[in-house]
């Protein structure tokens, strides 16, 4: 396969095991900090999917929520596939990203509302679900020691 120049394109997506969380990207800024880029996968790739208004919702849930756990996220944004997210961090390897995913994840679970879900703080306000990302959240937490198992 002719590599490409974007990282997921060269990852044989029918060989990796979801759920999982892996390193896809790593950049050293000249300023010396260091981007980290998570592949946050819920669903296994071409097999399965998280419904827009779960990804949605978890998109806003984990944005408002990792950032009461640590200042070094960047981003947290959906894959168009629709089976996961990638977390942009400022230097937050592994062994600290994991537990701020993790507490981020239970904070989800006791959540009441999705945070900005209307219309004057959100593109489509409309299309969220609680009960949904609560359900693939509860489901990847239930999945917390085979995170970093990437390939079964």
């Known amino acids: 396969?002719?590599?490409?120049?974007?990282?997921?394109?060269?990852?044989d997506h029918t060989k990796v095991a979801a759920p999982y969380v892996r390193i896809a990207d790593r950049k050293e800024l000249p300023g010396g900090d260091t981007l980290i880029k998570y592949d946050v996968r819920f669903a296994q790739p071409?097999?399965?999917?998280?419904?827009?208004?779960t990804v949605h919702?978890?998109?806003?849930?984990?944005?408002?929520h990792m950032r009461n756990h640590t200042e070094a996220l960047i981003d947290f944004?959906?894959?168009g596939c629709q089976t996961g997210f990638y977390a942009?961090?400022?230097?937050?390897e592994p062994e600290a990203f994991l537990p701020?995913?993790?507490?981020?994840?239970r904070d989800i679970l006791e959540a009441?509302?999705?945070p900005a879900a209307n219309e004057t703080q959100c593109g489509w306000g409309a299309?969220?679900?609680l009960e949904g990302a609560q359900a693939a959240v509860r489901e990847f937490l239930d999945a917390r020691e085979a995170w970093e198992v990437v390939y079964a």
């Open 100 to 105: 701020v995913l993790e507490a981020t994840f």
């Open 77 to 79: 944004s959906p894959m």
């Open 1 to 11: 396969m002719q590599k490409m120049n974007v990282e997921s394109f060269n990852l």
């Open 57 to 64: 919702s978890i998109e806003h849930l984990t944005a408002e």
């Open 127 to 129: 299309n969220h679900t």
């Open 46 to 53: 071409n097999r399965g999917h998280l419904e827009m208004p």
């Open 88 to 92: 942009l961090t400022l230097g937050l």
């Open 112 to 114: 009441g509302e999705v």
